[in-house]
C-alpha cells in the first residue's frame, strides 16, 4: 500500500514533535488500511520491527498478533526483552516461539557460511509459516522495512522481508515505516515509549550470533559466545561506548588454545572482540578502545565464560575484513 518513493519535499524526522506528528499520520492510516481485520507481524526485537509493532498496538491493539521466533542465537536477554516489553508493559498478543532445538538441530555440522544463512533463513520461514497457520483470519503481514530496504543501497538488502511464504499465505503488506531512514526510526521509536535499550540497538544480523559462532555451531561454544557478548557489551555500556561504537560484539573461532588455570594447563577457546565505526557498513574503521579497558574486559570474560582462555582484539578495518567474521 502507498508509494514507494519517498517524497521530495518529506521532512526528516529529527524531533519529538515531528514524530508525533507521523505518529497520529501513521495511526490514521493504519485503522484505514487494516479497518477490523488481522495482521501478523514477526517480531525480532530489533528497532525496525518494534517500531512496527509498538505502531500497530496502538492502532489496532488485539488486531495484532506478534510472532516472535527464538532460533537460539539471539542474544543474552533479548527473548526476555520482547517479551516484558510487548506482553508485559503493551499487552500485545505475542506468540513466542521456543525454536532453539530445531534451529541448532539442522544447523548441526554445517559449517559454510553461506549455508548456515540459507539454512537458518528458510527454517525462519518455515517456523513463521507453521505459526501463521495456526491463526485464523489474518489478512495482512506487518513488516518492518525501511526506506534503505527499498533503495537496496546497503550491503543487507531487503532483510526485514518474510520472502518465501507459500502463495495462500501471501498476506497484503502493511509497512508503516517504509519511507523512513534509521534514525527516524529511532525518533519514533522514543516518541513511542520504547526502551532506550530497544531504539539505539546496535545493528544485529538476521542469522545473529549464528555467522559469529565460526564453522559448525555447537552449544558448548554458541553459549561461551553468548556469555562474553553480554560481558562485552556491559562493559561498551557502563564506559559510555555504547553510543560511540556502532558494531562491537565478540566472535568465537573453532580451535583451542593451550593456557594455564590455578596452575593447571588448560586447552580452550579463545574469543576474538569486535569493534568497528562506519557509515554505511561498506568500509569501516577499528574503534580505539582504551587498552585499560581491553584488560578489564579480557579479565571477566576469561574469569566468568567456561571453556574461554584467551581475548584477543581484531584490529582489521573493512576492508581488508568484513565487519562481520563470516
Ligand atoms: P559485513 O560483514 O559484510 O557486514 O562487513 C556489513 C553489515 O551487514 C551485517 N550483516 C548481515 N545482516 N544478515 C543481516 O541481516 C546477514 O546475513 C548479514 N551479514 C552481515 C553486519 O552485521 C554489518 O552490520
Known sequence: MGSNKRPENMARITTPALAESFITEQLAALREQIGDK???????????????????IKAVGKQLTCVHVNHGLLRKGEPEQVIEVFQGRMDANLVYVDAVD?????LAGIADPEQKRRVIGAEFIRVF?????KLDGIEFLAQGTIYPDILESGPVKAHHNVGGLPDDLMFELVEPVKLLFKDEVRVVGRALCLPDSMVDRQPFP??????????????ERLEALRESDAILREEFEKNGLEGKVWQYFTVIPDFKSTGVRDGKRSFDWPVIIRAVNTRDAMTATVEDIPFALLQHITARITAEVPGVNRVLYDLTPKPTGTIEWE
Open 129 to 133: 509459516e507453521e505459526e501463521a497457520r
Open 38 to 56: 488481522k495482521v501478523l507481524l514477526a517480531l525480532s526485537g530489533g528497532v525496525d520491527s518494534s517500531v512496527v509493532a509498538a505502531l500497530l
Open 206 to 219: 538476521g542469522p545473529g550470533l549464528g555467522v559469529r559462532c565460526l564453522g559448525a555451531i555447537t552449544r
Open 102 to 106: 530445531r534451529f541448532l538441530g539442522k
